[in-house]
């Protein structure tokens, strides 16, 4: 009697084991290889997995069968060394990595018969798409300065090499970057077979960079991969990554997992930016996975910034990586000049009788307005950049004080006016999404004076529309994106000249390549400057610079630079003295010293422990007691330093209390074997990652990047 094959398939639960069933060739029409995307029954339900293992052995003895077999290809050895890598390295269960990383569709097992006529009609629809012709997007070889020839020419010997190397291409905003890299990939896909992978940190990002790449790479087959694209769109994109037929890749965090069996390249654009670490599920760097990616397959990767992180600009300065270079603006225009408003100034105070119309209410500095007004007469567009949503951060009564708190969680509700959220004006909690119709009167006492506190992009709005009735405004933030028109539609109004004022959050900050900014404002600078994270200060800076690049861009030799305006209290800060000067450099030289004076990443390790209950206490005992059996294992040492467990800076949301407990070492490899200790340790008393005795839902992270 023949022996029985076993697969173990992996799904995505949070468990770390896998799970063995019965492989029957004859229903499966197949020999089982390790690769394969399959339907199992779990429980009282079916889930799809993938076989890690093929052996004729088990432990159990009843054993369910694979029940479906799906019509894709295997996923490749070099995609799952990413994924158990992944796992590994973010304490994260392999089903937990690899299922959430397939797009929706091909997790329907139901419709997996029916996927290749849609496949089909994705194919028919890409035929008719018009190809797109040359325009002022596409910078040819021959088009490039000095600096961007010089890196040029260094990027192409790596391809040469045929070798795993990292290289940093640093340059101020507006010098090139892109037209370096678009360029340098020419070379890598000149090979009709060879892949290339190109990761943004936003989905905004994409719709501008796409055309740019479409106009370079006319008759390659590119496919776009992010959570904007729907379902079906982005599971026909997903297979022909994975089939080899699209050869340039374009997406967000989420892509670097994407599997590529013909992968030459990688280029992680912006790579200084927060939004490439994942917040839920799996807490991945998209870029530390991307450069380990390339390490696994011996390929090249280039990481573009204006501001890198410190820690690729130290890994550059020591050698580690290759060090490039852009120092100048392409078309050799100055840098936007930078002006501190200091707000604590009373010559600095706006006051209705400054303008034509007395009446109107705005809190701009009368340095900023009078610049508007002279951008406005130059037929320039302005930028107002204000990191706050909504209408006004806080709703409050003037007779008792009272705050417009969620009664979720530890912060408070934001107004909303009407046609943001729905029809009417509500209170709208950020955190755990609690919407509210804002009351008539105050909740505490009865009071019908409610007043705004502070402001957001909405009140803001409103604001400069009554100071400059005649000036065409437009609002850029992601409820007027949500709305009928997307964020890219709103952007290309930027970009066509339909706009003189464009007010907004960081989204119209990062990346854009606007050709008619004049002059840009910042007016929140200092609600970022102080925080409880060390690295707020080096984001902040990174914002600022990234703002300030969108002004002045188009301007030639000899032209007049665009000017960007930042209202603060504090114009002394290091931060505002190194913008001044535009030295990224000094800057980062600057929070080195302080980092390393306090022993903080990179010049240590960090991981931290998240517990969630329903009451704090139960959260910081419950860290409180891995701290404890840490001590008694003996593993706190000089080198491993356990902080005592401390309420989340957002204390509680959506009715669940959060704590932390932070573990640092001067050793990577000692804050892992810690790590996984932990985890193995609660995982024995634990039901998935939730406690059976207290049920306290617990998670994991490596290289925290908000603490």
């Known amino acids: ?53 093929v052996s004729t052995h088990s432990d159990f003895d009843k054993l369910k069968g694979i029940t479906k077999l799906s019509p894709l290809p295997l996923l490749d050895p070099a995609t799952l060394r990413l994924m158990n890598f992944a796992s590994q390295y973010y304490i994260h269960g392999l089903g937990e990595t690899i299922i959430p990383a397939i797009p929706q569709m091909w997790k329907k097992p139901a419709d997996w018969e029916k996927i290749p006529a849609k496949l089909m009609l994705g194919e028919t629809k890409k035929k008719k798409k018009e190809e797109p012709k040359l325009s002022e997007g596409y910078i040819s070889e021959a088009q490039l300065n000095e600096a961007q020839e010089l ?66 790479f006319p008759d390659k087959k590119m496919v776009v991969l992010h959570s904007g694209v729907s379902e079906k ?100 225009a100055s840098l936007p000049k930078v002006h501190l408003i200091n707000t604590r100034d009373p010559q600095n105070q706006f006051s209705p009788g400054d303008i034509d119309r007395p009446t109107a209410k705005i809190s701009l500095s009368k340095p900023l307005v009078n610049a508007m007004n002279k951008n406005l007469q130059d037929k320039k567009q302005s930028l107002v950049l204000i990191n706050r949503r909504g209408y006004a951060p806080v709703l409050s009564c003037s007779a008792c004080s ?45 009071n019908a004076d409610l007043k705004t506190l502070g402001q957001g992009t909405q009140k803001l709005e409103d604001a400069i529309e009554e100071v400059w009735p005649k000036a065409r405004v437009l609002r850029v933030d992601t409820d007027s994106s949500r709305k009928s028109k997307g964020a890219e539609e709103l952007f290309q109004e930027i970009h066509d000249g339909n706009v003189d004022i464009v007010v907004g959050t960081q989204m119209i900050a990062k990346g854009h390549d606007y050709q008619n900014i004049g002059m840009v404002a910042v007016l929140d600078a200092d609600s970022r ?25 188009a301007n030639k030799d000899g032209e007049q630079s665009g000017d960007i305006y930042i209202e603060t209290q504090f114009p002394e800060a290091a931060v505002f003295q190194y913008l001044l000067r535009h030295d990224v450099d000094g800057f980062l030289s600057h929070i080195a010293s302080e980092r390393d004076e306090a022993k903080l990443p990179p010049f240590s390790y960090q991981g931290l422990v998240h517990a969630e209950a329903k009451s704090l206490d139960k959260a910081i005992g419950f860290l409180s007691s891995i701290k404890a059996r840490l001590r008694d294992q003996g593993l706190i040492t ?51 990652r939730i406690s059976k005795l207290e049920r306290i839902r617990w998670l994991i992270e490596r290289d925290p990047i908000s603490i």
């Open 1 to 53: 009697m023949p022996l029985p094959i076993v697969v173990q398939v992996v799904v995505d639960k949070p468990l770390a084991q896998g799970f063995d069933y019965l492989w029957n060739k004859e229903v499966l029409g197949a020999d089982p290889e390790i690769g394969h995307i399959v339907e199992v029954p779990f429980g009282r339900s079916t889930l799809v997995g993938v076989v890690i293992k």
């Open 151 to 216: 890196a040029l020419k260094d990027l192409r010997a790596n391809v040469i090499a045929q070798e795993f190397k990292v290289a940093l291409l640093q340059g101020q905003t507006g010098s090139g970057k892109t037209a370096v890299f678009l360029n340098w990939l020419k070379t890598i896909l000149q090979n009709d077979n060879s892949q290339a992978l190109i990761l943004v940190p936003e989905i905004n990002l994409t719709p501008q960079l796409e055309r740019r790449v479409r106009v370079y």
């Open 233 to 332: 769109k982005r599971g026909i994109a997903w297979y022909e990554a994975l089939t080899g037929k699209a050869q340039i890749i374009l997406g967000t965090r989420l892509a670097v997992l994407t599997p590529l069996p013909n992968l030459r390249a990688i280029v992680v654009d912006e790579e200084h930016d927060p939004s490439y670490k994942q917040q839920d599920g799996i807490r991945y760097s998209a870029r530390d996975l991307a450069v380990w990616r390339a390490h696994d397959l011996k390929v090249p990767i280039l990481l573009s910034s204006a501001t890198p992180s410190l820690e690729t600009w130290m890994a550059a300065k020591s050698g580690r990586y290759q060090y490039l270079r852009l120092d100048q603006r392409a078309q050799g």
């Open 402 to 446: 009272w705050l417009s708190k969620c009664q979720q969680c530890s912060s408070y509700m934001v107004m909303h006016k009407a046609g943001a959220l729905g029809r009417k004006p509500v209170l709208s909690c950020h955190h755990c999404g609690l919407v509210k119709p804002i009351p008539s009167h105050c909740p505490d006492c009865g």
């Open 529 to 553: 400057l102080f925080s409880q994270d060390f690295r707020a200060a080096e984001r902040l800076f990174a914002q600022l610079v990234q703002v300030a690049g969108r002004a002045g861009r």
């Open 638 to 688: 000089q080198g491993l330093r356990v902080y005592d467990p401390v309420p989340k800076s957002i204390m509680r949301v959506a009715g669940n209390e959060r704590a932390q407990l932070v573990i640092e070492s001067d050793d990577r490899r000692q804050l892992q074997d810690v790590l996984e200790a932990i985890d193995r340790d609660l995982r024995d008393s634990s039901q998935g």
